[in-house]
Nanobody
């Protein structure tokens, strides 16, 4: 089992920044590929960003590329999503995710562990 706890959500005006953190416990954190998903009201959960175990590879949804940055610190068992130039369309509950298969991590069904989510609200 891997337990994931997100923090750092909140409300911000368009153009602002937020930093989301995910603290992991349980099985060896460094063995897992980590990612972030989000879900807006009335919409399906969607992929945002992923980082491979070891941190050598990352990939992003087109909608957030060049604005969001994912990183990890295996010594602290944490993964961070730095979000800049936020837009009202980024408003959603953001979920931390862990999976053993990096290539297919953008698919919700391939995520093995989820956090409880943290709300991000961007106002215009």
């Amino acid at each position: 089992q891997v337990q994931l706890v997100e923090s750092g959500g909140g409300s911000v005006q368009a153009g602002g920044s937020l930093r989301l953190s995910c603290a992991a416990s349980g099985r060896t954190f460094s063995n897992y590929n980590m990612g972030w998903f989000r879900q807006a009201p009335g919409k399906e959960r969607e992929f945002v960003a992923a980082i491979s175990s070891g941190g050598s590879s990352t990939y992003y949804a087109a909608s957030v590329k060049d604005r969001f940055t994912i990183s990890r610190d295996d010594a602290k068992n944490t993964v961070v999503l730095q979000m800049n130039s936020l837009k009202p369309g980024d408003t959603a509950v953001y979920y931390c995710a862990a999976a053993t298969r990096f290539v297919l991590m953008s698919v919700v069904a391939n995520v093995e562990y989820w956090g409880q989510g943290t709300q991000v609200t961007v106002s215009s």
